[in-house]
T-cell receptor, first 114, second 118 residues
Framework: EAGVTQSPTHLIKTRGQQATLRCSPISGHTSVYWYQQALGLGLQFLLWYDEGEERNRGNFPPRFSGRQFPNYSSELNVNALELEDSALYLC?????????????FGEGSRLTVL | AQKVTQAQTEISVVEKEDVTLDCVYETRDTTYYLFWYKQPPSGELVFLIRRNSFDEQNEISGRYSWNFQKSTSSFNFTITASQVVDSAVYFCALSVPPFSGGYNKLIFGAGTRLAVHP
């Protein structure tokens, strides 16, 4: 069974540009989570999607947005990129959004903003 | 507010040594879940264990063991007879389920980088 897949693996952008990151959850999982792992800041919760709806978001500005498609895959968009957006963006999926079960993480997309 | 503290930034041991990774959490909720994840160099986080707040039994899985103590708000992780393959960053995390009024997200500690040398 395929795990959580993310693309692209690496992405290089310049300040002010937009970045789009993609995530495919494990088959059967309806919840998708996005986390940012920036150097020195640890893992920060970004967004949670379940059944196509945004259920919760972390303390990030509105230029971080995303969506979940009918097939439960998800996209994270970061507009007006800033240097501090450089980070590893991790996507995770789970069977339900209740977090009684574990999250399954992908290998991440490393975004570098120059 | 919820918070997870992993005071050890980096730990270096020699193979076969035992090592304990500390985790202290803060929450006012009576119902919560605690997790440990391992992040090898490949980047993906690998789930190791989940413990709910009503289950204080310690758990052992092979060389791994976990000590959950509500009295000290700690959920420590011990690797016995460490191996080079254990080298990774280990994260402790806390979740407060939505039914207790919290947000449905994992709150991670800063992580502890474990280096096991041959």
């Amino acid at each position: 069974e395929a795990g959580v897949t993310q693309s692209p693996t690496h992405l290089i952008k310049t300040r002010g540009q937009q970045a789009t990151l993609r995530c495919s959850p494990i088959s059967g999982h309806t919840s998708v989570y996005w986390y940012q792992q920036a150097l020195g800041l640890g893992l920060q919760f970004l967004l949670w999607y379940d059944e196509g709806e945004e259920r919760n978001r972390g303390n990030f500005p509105p230029r971080f947005s995303g969506r979940q498609f009918p097939n439960y895959s998800s996209e994270l968009n970061v507009n007006a990129l800033e240097l501090e957006d450089s980070a590893l963006y991790l996507c995770a999926s789970s069977l339900s959004g209740a977090l009684t079960g574990e999250l399954f993480f992908g290998e991440g997309s490393r975004l570098t903003v120059l | 507010a919820q918070k997870v503290t992993q005071a050890q930034t980096e730990i270096s041991v020699v193979e076969k040594e035992d090592v304990t990774l500390d985790c202290v959490y803060e929450t006012r909720d009576t119902t919560y879940y605690l997790f440990w994840y391992k992040q090898p160099p490949s980047g993906e986080l690998v789930f190791l264990i989940r413990r709910n707040s009503f289950d204080e039994q310690n758990e052992i899985s092979g060389r791994y063991s976990w000590n959950f103590q509500k009295s000290t708000s700690s959920f420590n992780f011990t690797i016995t007879a460490s191996q080079v393959v254990d080298s990774a960053v280990y994260f402790c995390a806390l979740s407060v389920p939505p039914f207790s009024g919290g947000y449905n997200k994992l709150i991670f500690g800063a992580g502890t980088r474990l280096a096991v040398h041959p």
